[in-house]
């Protein structure tokens, strides 16, 4: 196989080198609007304290002033961070008496979660 790689960059000198492969990707692409939401999904979880709020409710639902004590912040910051996770769809909530208990979504979100563990693991 012949070097198309321009020496004095990173890009190829010509545009395309296995047509054929761009084609059969270009077919499974998904649409931009799908590939946005993955990618603002994939946001939500650039935060610290998300980060420890998820893996503490993959453990056991919980309440905010739980939560807050186990990660020894104020409630109103938990509360903040636990409206962005359910706005994304990545906690649910029900409340029993007075008390408004938060666990994961679903198995997915456990399972999104529990493979970044295993990723980061591989280094």
Not at 31 to 48: H, N, Q
Not at 65 to 87: E, F, G, P, T, Y
């Amino acid at each position: 196989m012949t070097d198309n790689l321009d020496k004095t960059s990173e890009f190829c000198s010509i545009s395309t080198i296995h047509e054929d492969i761009v084609k059969e990707v270009a077919k499974k692409m998904p649409d931009d609007g799908s590939l946005e939401r993955l990618a603002d999904f994939f946001k939500v979880f650039g935060d610290s304290t998300r980060i420890r709020i998820l893996w503490a409710l993959s453990e056991s639902q919980m309440c905010v002033c739980d939560i807050a004590a186990l990660l020894n912040a104020s409630q109103s910051s938990i509360s903040h961070q636990l409206r962005v996770l359910k706005q994304n769809a990545l906690v649910k909530n029900k409340k029993v008496g007075k008390v408004v208990y938060y666990s994961l979504k679903d198995e997915h979100i456990k399972e999104i979660f529990s493979q970044g563990f295993i990723h980061i693991k591989e280094k």
